[in-house]
């Protein structure tokens, strides 16, 4: 099938070519092992790559991340409240590790529960006063002792 194309570029006025001469040597021997090896090498590679790729960019988002809204955020926007409140509510909330941490804003008693930890081991009085304060702005009434409390949540 190939017999003509080799004869003209094997005898003819091109034979002189180097890239000539090397396209019709491997048309006329085929490929060797090693470069065989070294292509399978890189087409699994390849695929490979575009497997995990595809697999990558094609996934949708995870329900849990698209329905995460920082409701913790929201409410110190609709209270009023201001950026050195919100800070100290998200440092409870970190400390007290709440999956909801809006929650602690439905009363006194959530607020007292959730501030316990961060009281506890960071020891701040002033953001201890400062809780206090929030709570008594909020709610019209004092942040309950934790010995006053009903048991866990």
Avoid: W
């Amino acid at each position: 099938m190939n017999e003509p194309l080799l004869n003209l570029v094997a005898v003819g006025p091109l034979a002189s070519n180097p890239l000539l001469e090397s396209i019709g040597k491997a048309l006329t021997t085929g490929p060797g092992l090693t470069e065989t090896l070294v292509f399978l090498c890189g087409l699994a590679a390849f695929l490979l790559l575009i497997l995990l790729s595809a697999r990558f960019f094609g996934r949708e988002p995870s329900d849990d991340i698209q329905s995460r809204i920082d409701y913790l955020t929201l409410a110190v926007d609709v209270l009023g409240l201001n950026e050195s409140d919100r800070r100290d509510l998200q440092r409870i909330a970190r400390n007290a590790q709440l999956s909801q941490p809006a929650a602690m804003l439905l009363s006194p008693a959530n607020l007292a529960r959730a501030a316990a930890p961060t009281f506890e081991a960071e020891g701040d009085e002033e953001l201890r006063q400062r809780i206090e304060h929030l709570c008594v702005r909020l709610f019209d009434a004092p942040l309950p002792d934790q010995a006053q409390l009903p048991g866990r949540y």
